[in-house]
Nanobody, 119 residues
Framework: QVHVVESGGGLVQAGGSLTVSCEVS????????MGWYRQFAGKQRELVAKITGGYSTVYADSVKGRFTISRVNANNTVYLQMNSLIPEDTDVYYC?????????????WGQGIQVTVYS
């Protein structure tokens, strides 16, 4: 079984910073891309940032220059450093990992973590 657990969300004032992290544990062979999505109630889940196994990164236009994604393979952990936060960043953030297990690649999702930015 694979476990994807996010941590570090919370309440922050606009202009502030917050880091969320996501650790993958359990039985699997390898992790390719790791990323963060966010979803506001009633809206479609959207990509925030993604990092490949080769450390290439992709960011949503709305967060470029403010957010930084990184990963530590030894810990199977991906981080999202969020700076210059604005109220529009308020969302539930979901960790997504593309994992090889039992000879199959599959997407695994965390349970989601709330980030609230107040002005």
């Amino acid at each position: 079984q694979v476990h994807v657990v996010e941590s570090g969300g919370g309440l922050v004032q606009a202009g502030g910073s917050l880091t969320v992290s996501c650790e993958v544990s359990g039985r699997f062979d390898s992790i390719a891309a790791m990323g963060w999505y966010r979803q506001f109630a009633g809206k479609q889940r959207e990509l925030v940032a993604k990092i490949t196994g080769g450390y290439s990164t992709v960011y949503a236009d709305s967060v470029k220059g403010r957010f930084t994604i990184s990963r530590v393979n030894a810990n199977n952990t991906v981080y999202l450093q969020m700076n210059s936060l604005i109220p529009e960043d308020t969302d539930v953030y979901y960790c997504n990992d593309y994992i090889y297990r039992d000879r199959h690649w599959n997407d695994y999702w965390g349970q989601g973590i709330q980030v609230t930015v107040y002005s």
